[in-house]
């Protein structure tokens, strides 16, 4: 695109399409998410479970990439991933991690931190079984995260595991399994016109309850 700098600076979007009124929000910050995320399904959002989830290595480097969140509940919400690949280091190294949801149809984000821990192996293993079968060996075949030679040795490597798994079950392998964040922190986002967005913070207190405050755009 010609001039795509200029472009970029002169980009300017406002929004108008929902509030975020006091009325309307409860004491209960899972409610408000399943409202949001009942309302991007019904929207036909792209991909609404998507998520970028960011951690934080051992030495203080930051790492964001997308997960979809496959549960949520009280306890917090849930994905599943290689516990070997750099998200997975960087969970052993420090617990602490951020969960963002952004669907730009509603002009709406979700901000939730908190800290990740494994999920049970039976809650793993139910969900690796719900998988088609080709995930299932594709679970197996990569090393997430490692350097490979080539695209042919990926390849390679799950048509091997696709001939050996014929006629076998596909169990979990001890790689692989679940995280649930359990959050301290959720921020709801809306858009409003003149930048001057609508955000509300709850915050987990001491005793299980959230505290709500509205914070300046």
Same mark, same amino acid.
């Given at each position: 695109?010609?001039?795509?700098k200029?472009?970029?600076?002169?980009?300017r979007?406002?929004? !108008?399409?929902?509030?975020?009124?006091?009325?309307s929000?409860?004491?209960?910050?899972?409610?408000l998410f399943?409202q949001?995320?009942?309302?991007?399904?019904?929207?036909?959002v !792209?991909?609404p479970n998507a998520?970028?989830?960011?951690?934080?290595s051992?030495?203080g480097i930051?790492?964001?990439?997308?997960?979809?969140m496959?549960?949520y509940?009280?306890d917090?919400?849930?994905?599943?991933t290689?516990?070997n690949?750099r998200?997975?280091?960087?969970?052993?190294?420090?617990?602490?991690?951020?969960?963002?949801f952004f669907w730009p149809?509603l002009e709406?984000?979700?901000?939730?931190t908190?800290?990740?821990?494994?999920?049970?192996?039976?809650?793993?293993?139910?969900?690796?079984m719900?998988?088609p079968?080709e995930s299932?060996?594709g679970?197996?075949?990569s !090393?997430?995260?490692?350097r490979?030679?080539s695209?042919?040795e990926?390849e390679?490597?799950?048509a091997?595991?696709?001939?050996?798994?014929?006629e076998?079950?596909?169990t979990?392998?001890?790689?692989?399994?679940?995280?649930?964040?359990a959050p301290?922190?959720?921020?709801f986002w809306q858009?409003r016109?003149?930048?001057?967005?609508d955000?509300?913070?709850f915050?987990?207190e001491s005793n299980?309850?959230?505290?709500?405050?509205?914070?300046?755009?």
């Amino acid at each position: 695109m010609k001039d795509l700098k200029s472009f970029i600076h002169q980009l300017r979007r406002d929004f !108008a399409s929902h509030k975020l009124e006091d009325h309307s929000i409860t004491s209960d910050p899972l409610s408000l998410f399943e409202q949001w995320m009942s309302e991007a399904v019904k929207a036909e959002v !792209a991909e609404p479970n998507a998520m970028v989830l960011s951690t934080v290595s051992a030495d203080g480097i930051p790492s964001s990439r997308i997960v979809l969140m496959r549960d949520y509940s009280s306890d917090g919400f849930v994905f599943f991933t290689n516990y070997n690949s750099r998200k997975g280091q960087n969970i052993q190294a420090n617990d602490h991690a951020c969960l963002l949801f952004f669907w730009p149809d509603l002009e709406r984000q979700i901000r939730i931190t908190g800290k990740i821990k494994k999920t049970s192996e039976k809650v793993s293993d139910e969900y690796f079984m719900s998988r088609p079968r080709e995930s299932r060996i594709g679970a197996w075949t990569s !090393a997430q995260s490692s350097r490979i030679s080539s695209r042919d040795e990926l390849e390679q490597r799950y048509a091997e595991l696709e001939k050996s798994f014929q006629e076998k079950d596909i169990t979990r392998p001890p790689h692989w399994g679940g995280y649930v964040l359990a959050p301290v922190e959720i921020e709801f986002w809306q858009g409003r016109p003149s930048r001057l967005h609508d955000r509300i913070l709850f915050e987990k207190e001491s005793n299980d309850e959230w505290k709500v405050s509205r914070l300046a755009p």
